[in-house]
């Protein structure tokens, strides 16, 4: 009996070795995967060379996108950009060119890619996508109540009436010169049905030499207005007497302002 106890426990304890060593080799299996190449076909470096602050894109060889940030206070209409290609790779000629009308490109948006070929037969696409750290325009309101509208009477040639957008912020970064605000401001009307009417200009004004960062409109300067010239001038009901929302764009930023402003005729 006691020869027989003492086989049952050696036969159990073998058993119980037997299965740790499966138990244990089964979690420290290791699988080997196929080793891919990486594909020469792609694009080592991107930066924008055309400014002293230096701007190095984000390259996602997976995604095949670049990604470029500007820092805040960087308003640049142009972006120079400088590329380089893995050995083996070629970068389609014409594609490194200048990439103009930056505020175009974000009000509007454009696709802007870098193809590139490689010895051996690879091929890839590179997207760039340019963004930028400027802050919103946290504009306020012209009129405060969206039942009661600011009127702005435009009966009369000689009735300028002026527009200032405050922002929030005592202090925003805008350039404040005229040569840039014809480069980066944009502004327009837009009616209940979002038909636009743009301003031919609009200007801005930030501290020191004020008090609190502005944009400026004047509904003379608005196209369509004002045609002809000299004695032959005319002031035209442009745009009709109605009820308007203010839009706002510098650079990057774009903004809308809830309540709308109301011009008026009386003649």
């Not at 997207?127 to 600011?150: A, F, G, H, R």
């Not at 404040?176 to 004004?205: C, H, M, Q, W």
Request: net charge negative; aromatic share 10%.
């Amino acid at each position: 009996m006691k020869n027989q106890l003492l086989t049952t426990q050696k036969f159990k304890i073998a058993t119980g070795l037997l299965l740790s060593s499966l138990y244990l080799s089964s979690c420290t299996k290791t699988e080997i995967q196929p080793y891919e190449p990486e594909s020469m076909a792609r694009i080592s470096s991107f930066k924008i060379v055309n400014t002293s602050k230096e701007v190095i894109g984000a390259i996602d060889n997976d995604a095949k996108t670049i990604t470029v940030t500007l820092p805040e206070g960087l308003y640049m209409s142009s972006l120079e950009p400088e590329i380089k290609v893995a050995t083996g790779a070629t970068l389609k000629q014409g594609s490194d060119t200048l990439i103009t009308n930056m505020v175009d490109y974000f009000s509007k948006g454009r696709t802007i890619q870098y193809p590139v070929t490689a010895t051996d037969g690879s091929t890839a696409t590179y997207t760039l996508i340019v963004k930028s750290d400027q802050p919103s325009l946290n504009l306020q309101e012209v009129s405060s109540n969206s039942n009661e509208p600011v009127v702005y009477d435009q009966s009369y040639w000689y009735t300028s009436n002026d527009i200032y957008i405050y922002n929030n912020f005592a202090s925003y970064p805008y350039i404040a010169t005229y040569e840039s605000d014809l480069e980066l401001v944009r502004a327009s009307l837009v009616d209940k049905d979002g038909k636009e009417y743009p301003f031919n200009i609009a200007v801005t004004g930030t501290p020191p030499s004020i008090e609190k960062s502005y944009m400026h409109l004047v509904l003379n300067d608005i196209k369509g207005r004002v045609t002809g010239s000299g004695s032959s001038l005319t002031y035209n009901k442009v745009p009709a007497a109605g009820d308007y929302y203010v839009k706002l764009r510098y650079y990057s930023r774009e903004e809308t302002l809830k309540n709308p402003i109301r011009i008026i005729y009386n003649n």
